[in-house]
């Protein structure tokens, strides 16, 4: 059963253009996904393919000069207004790629504690924190006294719900060392393996294979590809579109080979 089910999604936004004339800007284009319950899919792309702005038209957090069109579906329920306020932050949750969504003047105890939290629950996030390698006296800091790599993790830790049906994850590990990565993606393969379906948007390609069973590829607000995890390894042959093996053939692991060019630009991830 698919717990998440995108169809014909397009996100558009007004843009001025010559004089006093306004036109509709689409940074997102009929865009068909799902994820199925226990499964783990990661999105990837350059920076602006619209990897983030998927994930806020699914938590119904655009800005308000954008449009959108299609429907979104969370357990078979479209997810409008209604059924977002019912959801939000329960059964669905977000992992925010921003630190920002620190609040800075609350310690990080305070902002663990969830509004109708049971105990068992903020155990669960202390716990999270401690095999991130933070200890209790981290519940004392304010963000600003976090580390790039701390408040991460904290973020992590307050996205945790038993409950969460969807768990969407922006850019989780950035400021991460190896060892807090490994540990992440560990934490969402638990998540997966107890029924959650998992949405990660990351630039971390070889990370994404690893951990995901499928791998959608964007660029300028369109799904080029969704491949198997299995079909990035070697020089790419799997893939069927060119713009994925470019992706992959230009790691570090593959050579850094020059990313396929489209008049006088190359595009990559970054």
Do not use: C
């Amino acid at each position: 059963m698919n717990v998440l089910e995108i169809k014909g999604l397009s996100v558009s936004f007004l843009d001025y253009g010559r004089g006093s004339g306004q036109q509709a800007a689409n940074a997102i284009k009929q865009l068909d996904l799902s994820v199925g319950r226990g499964e783990i899919v990661a999105i990837v792309g350059a920076s602006g393919s619209g990897k983030s702005l998927l994930a806020h038209a699914v938590m119904g957090i655009l800005p308000r000069n954008a449009a959108s069109a299609g429907t979104i579906r969370l357990n078979g329920k479209t997810l409008d207004g209604k059924e977002l306020l019912r959801t939000r932050g329960k059964t669905l949750t977000l992992l925010p790629q921003s630190v920002g969504y620190l609040n800075p003047l609350l310690t990080v105890g305070r902002q663990l504690r969830g509004p109708s939290d049971d105990p068992a629950a903020l155990d669960a996030r202390r716990g999270l924190l401690e095999r991130l390698g933070l200890g209790l006296g981290v519940e004392r800091l304010f963000p600003f006294q976090l580390s790039g790599g701390m408040a991460r993790k904290v973020l992590l830790a307050m996205s945790t719900r038993k409950e969460a049906n969807l768990i969407i994850a922006d850019e989780p590990t950035p400021g991460m060392g190896s060892d807090d990565v490994a540990q992440t993606i560990r934490y969402f393969r638990e998540l997966s393996s107890a029924g959650s379906a998992v949405l990660i948007i990351t630039h971390d390609l070889e990370a994404a294979a690893s951990i995901a069973s499928r791998v959608v590829v964007m660029k300028e607000g369109e799904v080029l590809e969704i491949a198997p995890a299995s079909s990035f390894r070697g020089d790419g042959a799997l893939l069927r579109h060119p713009y994925s093996r470019s992706l992959w053939q230009a790691l570090p692991r593959n050579g850094f080979r020059r990313p396929i060019m489209e008049g006088n630009e190359a595009d990559g991830i970054g």
